[in-house]
Nanobody, 121 residues
Framework: QVQVVESGGGLVQPGGSLRLSCAAS????????MGWYRQAPGKQRELVST???????NYADSVKGRFTISRDNAKNMAYLQMNSLKPEDTAVYYC???????????????WGQGTQVTVSP
């Protein structure tokens, strides 16, 4: 089995910072990419940022210049440094890992349970 677990959410004032962590564990052969998505109340889940095993990154326009994704391949972890937070960043943040559980196995994506980020005065 594979587990994906997020941590680091919380309540922060506008302009503040938070760092989210994501740990993938279990039967993992290789991880192609990891990413962060978010879902605000009443809205669809949206992409925040992704990073490949080679370190190539992608960001939503709304977070460019404020958020930074990074990854530790040896530990199967990903991080999201969030600076200059705005109230509109309030959402549940989910980690996604696209991986294989065995050599030649299918590539599948796995999701964490999410961590709440609230930006409020």
């Amino acid at each position: 089995q594979v587990q994906v677990v997020e941590s680091g959410g919380g309540l922060v004032q506008p302009g503040g910072s938070l760092r989210l962590s994501c740990a993938a564990s279990g039967r993992i052969f290789s991880i192609n990419a990891m990413g962060w998505y978010r879902q605000a109340p009443g809205k669809q889940r949206e992409l925040v940022s992704t990073i490949t095993s080679a370190g190539n990154t992608n960001y939503a326009d709304s977070v460019k210049g404020r958020f930074t994704i990074s990854r530790d391949n040896a530990k199967n972890m990903a991080y999201l440094q969030m600076n200059s937070l705005k109230p509109e960043d309030t959402a549940v943040y989910y980690c996604n890992a696209i991986l294989r559980v065995s050599w030649g196995g299918l590539v599948r994506d796995y999701w964490g349970q999410g961590t709440q980020v609230t930006v409020s005065p």
